[in-house]
């Protein structure tokens, strides 16, 4: 098994950074895709980025590609935010998937974190 924490949420204006993080401890995995999603209430939940492990690669929903940075450093998975956004308010969520298929997919992932919530004012 494998667990997600996120944290680095908050209450932000429009215009500001934040950086969220989400530490991973349990079973290690030699190749995997790491993601961010987020969902806003009444929406489904959202694809933002997401990164392979092995060859570092990495995607982006076309509507925070060049404000929004997915890294890792070891255990800890990393989304840079800046320029946020109103429409950036969600809750937000790491997970873990095995396979580097259906990245966009959040049914494709196999492990999820709690959530950290992000609310960008106007």
């Known amino acids: 098994q494998v667990q997600l924490v996120e944290s680095g949420g908050g209450l932000v204006q429009a215009g500001a950074s934040l950086r969220l993080s989400c530490a991973a401890s349990?079973?290690?995995?030699?190749?995997?895709?790491m993601g961010w999603f987020r969902q806003a209430p009444g929406k489904e939940r959202e694809f933002v980025a997401s990164?392979?492990?092995?060859?570092?690669l990495t995607a982006y929903r076309a509507s925070v590609k060049g404000r929004f940075t997915i890294s890792r450093d070891n255990a800890k998975m990393y989304l840079q935010m800046n320029s946020l956004k109103p429409e950036d308010t969600a809750q937000y969520y790491c997970?873990?998937?095995?396979?580097?298929?259906?990245?966009?997919?959040?049914?494709?992932?196999?492990?999820w974190g709690q959530g950290t919530q992000v609310t960008v004012s106007s």
């Open positions: 990164l392979w492990s092995t060859s570092g």
């Open positions: 349990g079973r290690t995995f030699s190749s995997y895709v």
């Open positions: 997970a873990l998937k095995m396979t580097s298929s259906a990245y966009t997919d959040p049914n494709a992932y196999d492990y």
